[in-house]
T-cell receptor, first 113, second 117 residues
Framework: NAGVTQTPKFQVLKTGQSMTLQCAQD?????MSWYRQDPGMGLRLIHYSVGAGITDQGEVPNGYNVSRSTTEDFPLRLLSAAPSQTSVYFC????????????FGSGTRLTVV | AQTVTQSQPEMSVQEAETVTLSCTYD???????LFWYKQPPSRQMILVIRQEAYKQQNATENRFSVNFQKAAKSFSLKISDSQLGDAAMYFCAYRTTPQGGSEKLVFGKGTKLTVNP
């Protein structure tokens, strides 16, 4: 009963480097999303997907790419890391209907130096 | 666009006492869902309670209950018999409906709850 699995838990990048944050869920959820959490800002939506092959931008999409080739996986790519992308990143998933809450991964703390 | 406001950045409560965290939201939708999430120092986001807007009855989960005032767009969380393990950041969140395409959770900025022994 894994739920939502995020890797890695911690990462330090140099400015300009690229990397992929991994997210996988085993609950057959149609909806998956990425949020970033910054002090005093709550959580803000980066990108989301309502099913395999369908993605869309959230509130703060610049500098990030996503794809959804399978129902289970929703990786987040940082194209060229910047210090402004230092944050805690959460992946979350949910069924599309029924109004159930989202299930969150344990988060990735990313520092860009 | 929907917004969620938590007006209390920090709150404190004595162990075994009751505390209420405030949340207001702005929306033009008639059908939606509201949630309270708890984030302890471990960073994990834990769903505490949820409310469906079309239900007039306030949701309860053990020591946690909400006061949902739809007309006032208010959704407060009451924690009874507070325990040390309740100390955490609490986020109020609004879930938009799938209609219209842009489905998401909109979060408030959070309230940090301290429980004093």
């Amino acid at each position: 009963n894994a739920g939502v699995t995020q890797t890695p838990k911690f990462q330090v990048l140099k400015t300009g480097q690229s990397m992929t944050l991994q997210c996988a869920q085993d609950m057959n959820h149609e909806y998956m999303s990425w949020y970033r959490q910054d002090p005093g800002m709550g959580l803000r939506l980066i990108h989301y997907s309502v099913g395999a092959g369908i993605t869309d931008q959230g509130e703060v999409p610049n500098g990030y790419n996503v794809s959804r080739s399978t129902t289970e996986d929703f990786p987040l790519r940082l194209l060229s890391a910047a210090p402004s992308q230092t944050s805690v990143y959460f992946c979350a998933s949910s069924y599309r209907t029924g109004g159930r809450g989202y299930t969150f991964g344990s988060g990735t703390r990313l520092t860009v130096v | 666009a929907q917004t969620v406001t938590q007006s209390q950045p920090e709150m404190s409560v004595q162990e075994a006492e009751t505390v209420t965290l405030s949340c207001t939201y702005d929306t033009s939708e008639s059908d939606y869902y509201l949630f309270w999430y708890k984030q302890p120092p471990s960073r994990q986001m834990i769903l505490v309670i949820r409310q469906e807007a079309y239900k007039q009855q306030n949701a309860t989960e053990n020591r946690f209950s909400v006061n949902f005032q739809k007309a006032a767009k208010s959704f407060s969380l009451k924690i009874s018999d507070s325990q040390l393990g309740d100390a955490a950041m609490y986020f109020c969140a609004y879930r938009t409906t799938p209609q219209g395409g842009s489905e998401k959770l909109v979060f408030g900025k959070g309230t940090k709850l301290t429980v004093n022994p």
